[in-house]
């Protein structure tokens, strides 16, 4: 960020890498600067992310360790089989969903699926969702133990293999076997922060990927639960209270959801959800799609964006925008320039907490955040070798820009996904607070006369738990250019 502009924009930004490259990786550092990149594992071979990750490591190395890396995980398979470049379907006409075979070339009245489940689970009348709800076929009856009979309610010529259930109870982990055969491998380096588990239901299916993290010696990776199911939508509060992050996936949600008109309100109550208990949310699916071929996004993306944002999402995901698109840094550029319109808006009006809680430590922290006396400062900084402590602030959402300054760099990594300036530095718990934070200021060249920065400081307590109080708090003057920190 630039010297003066340290504050200029604070949406982040989640960038897909995956299986094709593309020219502009060699300069994603550059483009991104901080953010996170997600690797897609249901398009990126094994080979392809033994490439990536050696482009990850020079990222990293060039750039100062201030990547988050995501690793998507699949999920449970339910797709069709091979449709080659496609497979017509005609409207009233009636198809064989088969597990038979499902390499075999897809024709319009026979289509293969690789979920062999699906027989046992589906029911007559249970619609079948194609191609994100796109296309829709109705169940008329199982055949056999491979075979079902169905009729095209909403036909057209289908490429995509994703099939939606929306009204068929799957008793199938959100953790698949080939998950956990493809994390157990990709996990044993350090460079993942982060797994992002695809058709969470509830608690049970976050707790399924926590519990095989500690299998791995992974403890420290964190989780992003992928709300994209009803049953997630409905248990949306308690899965967040055991995730570290949560991406609103729009795709499959709007197939998955009965009234898809409602997708709006949804997820605006998933933003709300993650809020409230201070933990980042990603908006992903269709963003600025049109940038993929298109140097400038449509008047209606800019719109949505600004809508999303302004909603209070922390972070924008591209997907084929930054995996094939020609035009990244004008993706970047748009989410940036969005996000600084939301940001001057927010100066503007907003003069009350957008959350608040009865707890004795709430009250302190919104009691100096929302001060009227605070109008002289110019920023507050967090320091903590941990995340929760910025938990604890962040769920306030301040007007003040916050910069999170943290000695551990996983945990840096996963500020990425806020709305805060990270900074990665070298101190220990004996260290002055004070010093630690000039120094972090002077770092990003933001300096003020009569002006100060608020520090709220935990460094020393554990991660584990929300119900103490921050162990310092105080008032402190930014450096001026010709401080020494000696």
């Known amino acids: 960020m630039a010297a003066n502009g340290v504050f200029d924009h604070t949406v982040k930004i989640v960038a897909t890498i995956g299986e094709r490259t593309s020219p502009a990786y060699d300069k994603l550092e550059e483009i991104l600067g901080q953010g996170t990149i997600r690797i897609n594992l249901a398009f990126c071979s094994k080979e392809r992310y033994q490439e990536l990750r050696d482009l990850i490591r020079r990222i990293r190395t060039k750039g100062g360790d201030k990547i988050n890396i995501l690793l998507d995980a699949v999920g449970p398979r339910v797709k069709l089989g091979n449709l080659g470049s496609g497979v017509n379907l005609k409207e009233g006409a009636e198809v064989v969903i088969t597990t038979q075979d499902p390499k075999k070339l897809a024709t319009e009245d026979r289509i293969g699926t690789i979920f062999k489940e699906l027989p046992k689970f589906i029911k007559p009348g249970d619609p079948i969702l194609l191609a994100e709800g796109k296309f829709k076929l109705e169940t008329i009856r199982v055949l056999n133990e491979t075979d079902v009979l169905t009729r095209v309610v909403k036909g057209g010529f289908c490429k995509k293999r994703g099939i939606n259930l929306p009204k068929t109870d799957l008793p199938v982990p959100a953790l698949s076997d080939n998950d956990k055969e493809d994390l157990s491998e ?58 570290d992050a949560l991406m609103v996936a729009r795709g499959d949600l709007w197939a998955e959801l009965e009234n898809p008109w409602t997708l709006p309100s949804v997820t605006c109550d998933i ?24 140097e400038l996004p449509t008047r209606a993306e800019v719109d949505e964006l600004y809508f999303l944002i302004s909603r209070g999402t922390d972070c924008i995901m591209g997907s084929e925008e930054f995996a094939v698109g020609i035009y990244p840094e004008a993706v970047v550029h748009s989410i940036r320039a969005v996000g600084k319109e939301v940001d001057k808006e927010i100066q503007k009006s907003l003069s009350v907490p957008r959350y608040l809680s009865s707890t004795p430590l709430d009250r302190e922290l919104a009691g100096i955040i929302w001060a009227e006396g605070t109008k002289r400062i110019r920023c507050i900084c967090i320091i903590s070798s941990r995340a929760n402590y910025l938990k604890e602030v962040y769920r306030h959402r301040p007007k003040k820009p916050l910069i999170a300054i943290s000695n551990h760099a996983q945990s840096v990594h996963y500020f990425q996904l806020f709305q805060v300036v990270p900074v990665l530095a070298k101190f220990d718990v004996t260290d002055d607070a004070s010093v630690i934070a000039r120094a972090a200021l002077k770092q990003l060249n933001l300096f003020g006369q009569q002006e100060s920065a608020l520090l709220i400081v935990n460094h020393t307590g554990p991660d584990t738990t929300r119900d103490h109080h921050f162990s310092r708090i105080e008032e402190i003057p930014l450096p001026s250019s010709a401080d020494s920190l000696d």
């Open 186 to 243: 990709l996990l044993k380096e350090p460079d993942v922060d982060m797994v992002a588990l695809s058709f969470v239901r509830n608690v049970t299916d976050v707790k399924m990927l926590r519990d095989f993290l500690e299998q791995v010696g992974r403890p420290d990776v964190r989780i992003m639960s992928k709300i994209e199911t009803t049953s997630a939508v409905e248990n949306i509060n308690a899965i967040a209270s055991v995730s």
């Open 271 to 294: 933003i709300k959800a993650g809020q409230t208990i201070g933990i980042p949310v990603v908006t992903a699916t269709q963003t600025l799609s049109s940038m993929q071929t298109n």
